[in-house]
Nanobody, 119 residues
């Protein structure tokens, strides 16, 4: 059974850090890309970051570039999103997505983990 399980969300003050994890089962990460998306209340879902299946290239939305870092550990079938210098506008539900490539479509979504940035 294919599963994507996110964890690591929570409440953090502005300027703080969180590390999100996406643990995959039912498929191996080394053959696919994993993207991170987020959806804030009342807003459309937006892409945050992606790590490719081939050369490991990484991509970031302009709003998070320089603050967030995506990485993968294929031995653990896990993708991470390190989030530093968090801002209130980063508040959202964060989802990981199983994709054929970073420019392709999404096969399956995780259930999401909540991130709240507030003082």
């Amino acid at each position: 059974q294919v599963q994507l399980v996110e964890s690591g969300g929570g409440l953090v003050q502005p300027g703080g850090s969180l590390r999100l994890s996406c643990v995959a089962s039912g498929f191996t990460l080394d053959y696919y890309a994993i993207g991170w998306f987020r959806q804030a209340p009342g807003k459309e879902r937006e892409g945050v970051s992606c790590i490719s299946n081939s050369d490991g290239s990484t991509y970031y939305a302009d709003s998070v570039k320089g603050r967030f870092t995506i990485s993968r550990d294929n031995a653990k079938n896990t993708v991470y999103l390190q989030m530093n210098s968090l801002k209130p506008e980063d508040t959202a539900v964060y989802y990981c997505a199983w994709r054929a490539s970073c420019s392709g479509s999404t096969f399956r979504w995780g259930q999401g983990t909540h991130v709240t940035v507030s003082s």
